[in-house]
């Protein structure tokens, strides 16, 4: 059984950093292309950052040089290290993972394309 289990959310200040961690089981996350999105109230929910089954990252234009995907394989965990953190920021955060599909020629940021979801970590960021 797939299961995606986010953590490390929290509240910060604008500038500060947090790490939101995905703990993947019932498959083996470095196998599979899977991301970080987020979603406010009202709000589409958008792409944040994806990776590769070898290993690409892809970030939306506005967390470039902030934000950093990454895996540990030996944990079966995927990672999201967020730093310089703004108010936009906030929102509530997704781990999403395709499995089952290839992801070759995927559009990383597009939702639909990802069907295994976590339930999320709310992220808070004040001025």
């Known amino acids: 059984q797939v299961q995606l289990v986010e953590s490390g959310g929290g509240s910060v200040q604008a500038g500060g950093s947090l790490r939101l961690s995905c703990a993947a089981s019932?498959?083996?996350?470095?196998?599979?292309?899977m991301g970080w999105f987020r979603q406010d109230p009202g709000k589409e929910r958008e792409g944040v950052a994806g990776i590769d089954t070898v290993g690409r990252t892809f970030y939306r234009s506005s967390v470039k040089g902030r934000f950093t995907i990454f895996r540990d394989n030996a944990k079966n965990a995927l990672y999201l290290q967020m730093n310089s953190l703004k108010p936009e920021d906030a929102a509530m955060y997704y781990c999403?993972?395709?499995?089952?599909?290839?992801?070759?020629?995927?559009?990383?940021?597009?939702?639909?394309?990802?069907?295994?979801w976590g339930q999320g970590t709310q992220v808070t960021v004040s001025s």
């Open positions: 019932g498959y083996t996350a470095s196998s599979h292309c």
């Open positions: 999403a993972a395709i499995i089952g599909r290839t992801c070759e020629g995927i559009f990383w940021d597009r939702s639909s394309q990802y069907n295994y």
